[in-house]
DNA sequence: CTTTCGATCCGT
DNA sequence: CGGATCGAAAGG
């Protein structure tokens, strides 16, 4: 009988969260995100990801700390989960030390675990359309904004290493593209948003 | 207190 | 391309 390998969070990664935005949200393309709910488990495969800086003017954190912001200038690897356009949420990786309010916004993922659930919660039987945009990933995962603040490295909703499932060959990665942001409309064109090329469930090409 | 507007999604 | 929908944050 196999032995069941218990998903656990990459320990390369933490050093890097806390060093640089930019090669954190490179690294965290292939890392799955995982949500356990008491409805079961729902994971994608992380494969499109946005920078946001300090002194940058899209940046949540560029005017310094909010009640709203507060996480980001937090320890690294912790979530931040915020409200908007009235109806949605988006989920972020933060990176940097205490005091520095960086983080990576988590746009697409590609769908491993939990497709009935994903499916349910996203009220469509498309695959595509379950995580393929940053909002659409946060409801088919089914996270809270209440989660804003708690640690990704261990408990319900964490991040996992790329290997952790199959369809992954860390011996041949694939090719990441690099574009402008999506939906702001400041610094529109620093090319902070990374993504794996010609992947399918990639919020766009 | 009032106003503005957004790191989005969906149907047309 | 416009409508939905509401809280955070900036301004008075």
Redesign the pocket.
């Known amino acids: 009988m196999a032995k069941k390998r218990t998903p656990s969070f990459p320990k390369s990664l933490y050093p890097l969260l806390r060093a640089d935005t930019v090669e954190a949200a490179r690294a965290l393309l292939g890392c799955v995100l995982w949500h356990e709910t008491p409805q079961g488990v729902a994971a994608g495969r992380i494969v499109e990801t946005?920078a946001?800086l300090l002194d940058d003017p899209?940046?949540?954190?560029s005017?310094g700390p909010?009640?709203?912001?507060a996480v980001?200038f937090g320890p690294p690897g912790r979530a931040?989960i915020?409200?908007?356009?009235?109806?949605?949420h988006?989920f972020?990786v933060v990176t940097r030390g205490k005091g520095t309010g960086e983080?990576v916004?988590i746009?697409a993922l590609e769908p491993l675990e939990g497709l009935d659930l994903m499916a349910q919660r996203?009220?469509?039987e498309n695959i595509r359309?379950f995580c393929n945009?940053?909002?659409?990933?946060v409801l088919a995962l089914d996270i809270r904004k209440e989660q804003t603040g708690e640690d990704l490295r261990q408990g319900r909703l964490r991040l996992l290493a790329p290997g952790s499932y199959p369809g992954w060959n860390a011996r041949k990665p694939p090719l990441i593209k690099v574009g402008p942001?999506?939906?702001?409309?400041v610094a529109v064109d620093l090319p902070l948003r990374f993504y794996v090329a010609d992947n399918p469930f990639v919020?766009k090409a």
């Open positions: 946005e946001y899209a940046c949540h954190a005017r909010t009640p709203r912001t980001m931040y915020y409200f908007i356009y009235g109806m949605y988006c972020n983080a916004l746009r996203r009220k469509t359309n945009g940053p909002a659409k990933l942001r999506i939906g702001i409309s919020s």
